[in-house]
């Protein structure tokens, strides 16, 4: 093979856009607090786009990302030994200093291992944060060190100022290593024609379940949108309901889940036929594949139902939204086991996440809340909403739910049971967060809009409700 060959790989569409802090520390319910858009961090946008390469380009790309996970370990033993040994959390200039003598740092691009050892760097940078807010009290339990990966692949990533467009794509150099072993200086990753190449700062190879993306990270702006704080979209997530929402400018809709918990129960059935009679911890190329498909489904469902939230927030000028949300619901949820298994498999904590990035974008206030006695408590009778562990022993709900979705209030009008909750979750913080309930909600209580993103690909039982 050439010295200097070179392959170019071609991509599939667009899979999903995500945003992310700058810091890239754990999600510390920072999304609770009023947003103060004069102190929040620049947002960067990721495009995904998946890679199609040959025998050869694949064994390059498991190479270089085997190389990277191996990175990873050695730089993560170093920073904690330091740490149980000195309580001191090394920078990322040593720990690259450290790492520049061993062998699997010198296998990759220079500035490809500098970037996994400043993840790890990173890593324990929000470890040190996480500590000071356990100290102070803000955690229960107390964190632990960041670990080391299983044995597998990892992310590459390259800073842009070592690439260059070519006419084939963006060039990523390999290194003298992957030269010498594989023929190879370079690599070339198809440039997405709706990114300016200006823009980009940096391109990652991201592995998972045997495919490889390209990962293409550029800044986002925050486009200038009008919108009233004093207005609320309450939300009280489900399953066959995954999002019931309710704002205070009388609008109302349900994100229907029922194909969603369609999709996680045919995998799950996929899953166990081809398991049966396996040893434990079997898996597969047809088991990654069908893993790989799944959760593509999942991403296209949070990003879609995500931005159909935030989309109605826009055009009705609501500044603020409210998510009922208990911690820990899922770790010790006990509704027997075909139940747990829709519950927890849904991804409802994502799709949070992702209403939370999107109204940093648009400048929405996003406020996190318990939602105990939210759905037993009657929003029309303006019942009293205590907090979980503190109920009066006589306390009690004027209404009662009588059937499935559906709610009865003291003067006998029926509302939609979970539109109920979702009004209650915004009475949980309207004092603490100044919203006004400009027009009576009582009405869209009664039949909120059902939602379907995925009309086309529905069953007609699920289309029809039968």
């Not at 391109?203 to 919108?227: D, Q, S, T």
Request: charged share 20%.
């Amino acid at each position: 093979m050439d010295m200097s060959q070179s392959y170019c790989m071609s991509c599939s569409s667009i899979l999903v856009r995500c945003f992310s802090h700058v810091d890239n520390l754990p999600f510390i319910n920072k999304a609770s607090y009023p947003i103060n858009m004069a102190k929040t961090k620049k947002l960067w946008g990721c495009q995904q786009v998946l890679l199609h390469p040959d025998s050869e380009q694949k064994a390059v790309l498991e190479y270089l990302c085997g190389e990277a996970n191996k990175v990873y370990n050695c730089a993560t033993y170093y920073a904690r030994q330091v740490y149980f040994k000195t309580k001191r959390f090394p920078s990322k200039a040593e720990i690259c200093s450290v790492m520049q003598w061993n062998r699997h740092f010198s296998a990759l691009y220079v500035s490809a291992a500098q970037q996994v050892c400043n993840g790890v760097a990173e890593a324990f940078k929000g470890f040190k944060e996480l500590l000071k807010l356990f100290y102070a009290g803000g955690l229960k339990e107390r964190p632990k060190a960041p670990n080391y990966r299983d044995k597998g692949l990892f992310t590459a990533s390259y800073p842009v100022r070592w690439l260059k467009l070519a006419n084939e794509g963006i060039r990523i150099p390999l290194g003298l290593k992957v030269k010498t072993w594989f023929g190879l200086d370079s690599i070339h990753v198809p440039m997405p024609s709706n990114l300016d190449w200006k823009t980009i700062k940096e391109v990652r190879i991201l592995p998972r379940n045997g495919c490889f993306y390209a990962e293409f990270v550029y800044p986002v702006e925050r486009p200038a949108v009008e919108l009233d704080p004093g207005k609320a979209l309450g939300i009280d997530p489900g399953i066959d309901n995954w999002l019931t929402c309710v704002s205070t400018v009388g609008t109302s809709f349900i994100v229907d889940g029922r194909h969603l918990k369609s999709v996680n129960q045919f995998y799950n059935k996929r899953v166990a036929t081809l398991k049966e009679g396996q040893s434990q911890g079997f898996w597969s190329k047809q088991l990654a594949a069908i893993t790989e498909k799944r959760n593509r489904q999942m991403r296209d469902a949070v990003n879609k139902a995500a931005r159909l939230v935030v989309n109605h927030c826009i055009e009705h000028g609501i500044g603020t939204i409210v998510f009922g949300w208990n911690q820990g619901q899922k770790s010790g949820s006990h509704m027997g086991r075909k139940t747990n298994q829709k519950f927890v498999q849904i991804p409802t904590a994502r799709l949070k996440q992702r209403i939370s990035q999107l109204c940093q974008q648009y400048g929405v206030q996003f406020i996190e809340t318990e939602e105990s006695y939210t759905s037993q408590a009657s929003f029309v009778d303006d019942d009293v909403l205590p907090t979980y562990g503190e109920k009066p022993d006589q306390w009690k709900s004027s209404g009662k739910r009588v059937k499935r979705g559906l709610f009865r209030t003291a003067m006998n009008q029926y509302v939609n049971a979970d539109a109920n909750g979702a009004a209650n979750v915004i009475r949980k913080v309207a004092g603490t967060a100044g919203i006004i309930w400009q027009n009576s909600v009582e009405a869209v209580l009664t039949s909120p809009a059902r939602v379907r993103f995925w009309s086309a690909c529905e069953s007609p039982c699920l289309q029809t409700g039968e």
